[in-house]
């Protein structure tokens, strides 16, 4: 059994590799090739939880377990807030492969997946990117989501603003223009795409802030309970799921909105993957307004310690 540390899951993760793979992983998953059942999740103090999500690649395909801890106050201390492993099994003989750095995999697939669902649904031209958030998830979306669009604009923003200026200063060292704005409605004013990856308990993006045409990765709250953005930006948009059943118990920004009467099931018209294999419509004209929701899916998870066991193999 192999033990996979930050640094191998940081060098044969790369961006390229992981958007394809999560692209084929929610495909599968949504035609049915795949299983996983919805995450459970232990709370443990505010701002402290414990969450144990399995799946597998198929009926006898590898399958396994991701075992993650997510402690919000653990930017402040300069450690990442999802901390755990990826437990992979074979599909063959039940035997453990590997134990692989699951916060690591985490942060890459998570902006991976953001990045492959703005590829289906963000209009072809889009250019200006805003950022929510000025976390590991901000940063990893922004290198993730260049990748599938041609960024020339950053725009990010937080509740401290030397640290969203920081953040901006390491994103123009990669040769983007970047600048922190002063308010989340500055940050949103002329976007193209919007990422929210924040630890906000409340609404930070309002529907009135947002322009026509504007796709939202909605990432941070991964649970029932905080929401990023507001009911009307939810009953307004286009809206997908990484997982239909999960959004339907676990997807706060959905549970609001439906719990105020504005939304119903049927809103969340389906999942990325059916977006992604083009059995379900995504972005029907270039004034839609579309919302991926992202929880988190363990099949990302799992394809992705398959791909770096497979690698490891081949060295």
Same mark, same amino acid.
């Given at each position: ?7 191998? !899951? ?8 992981? =958007? ?6 929610? =495909? ?14 232990? $709370? ?39 901390? /755990? ?9 039940? #035997? ?8 690591? =995999? ?31 998830? /901000? ?16 725009? !990010? ?22 600048? #922190? ?19 906000? $308990? ?10 026509? &045409? ?11 309970? $905080? #929401? ?22 676990? &997807? ?17 018209? /389906?999942?990325? &993957? ?6 379900? $419509? ?13 929880? /988190?899916?363990? !099949? ?7 791909? =770096? ?7």
């Amino acid at each position: 059994m192999r033990v996979i540390d930050q640094d191998e !899951v940081r060098q044969r993760l790369t961006y390229e590799l992981c =958007i394809p793979l999560v692209r084929q992983a929610m =495909i599968a998953f949504s035609r049915g090739e795949t299983r996983q059942h919805l995450r459970s999740i232990l $709370p443990l103090s505010e701002g402290r939880v414990f969450g144990i999500m399995p799946g597998a690649l198929g009926p006898e395909g590898l399958f396994g377990a991701k075992l993650i801890s997510v402690f919000a106050g653990n930017f402040a201390k300069g450690v990442p807030s999802h901390q /755990g492993v990826v437990v992979l099994f074979d599909g063959e003989t039940g #035997a453990p492969v590997c134990i692989a750095h699951a916060g690591e =995999i985490t942060a890459i697939r998570t902006a991976a997946a953001s990045a492959a669902a703005t590829d289906v649904l963000a209009r072809p031209g889009a250019r200006r990117l805003a950022i929510l958030g000025y976390g590991e998830q /901000g940063w990893r979306h922004v290198q993730a989501i260049r990748v599938v669009r041609a960024i020339s604009e950053v725009r !990010v923003w937080g509740r401290s603003p030397d640290r969203a200026e920081a953040f901006a200063g390491r994103v123009r060292d990669t040769g983007l223009d970047a600048r #922190a704005a002063a308010s989340a409605q500055e940050t949103v004013a002329e976007a193209d795409i919007i990422c929210t990856v924040s630890a906000a $308990p409340e609404p930070i993006l309002l529907s009135d802030w947002v322009a026509d &045409g504007t796709h939202i990765n909605a990432v941070g709250s991964s649970r029932a309970g $905080p #929401a990023e953005i507001d009911n009307a930006l939810v009953a307004r948009a286009r809206f997908f799921a990484d997982h239909r059943e999960g959004v339907l118990a676990q &997807g706060a920004e959905f549970l609001r909105a439906r719990a105020a009467g504005l939304v119903g099931d049927d809103h969340v018209l /389906g999942e990325i &993957g059916e977006v992604m294999a083009g059995t379900l $419509p995504g972005r029907r004209s270039a004034s839609d307004v579309t919302i991926y929701k992202s929880l /988190g899916s363990i !099949v990302q998870d799992l394809a992705a310690a398959r791909h =770096i066991v497979a690698k490891l193999g081949s060295d």
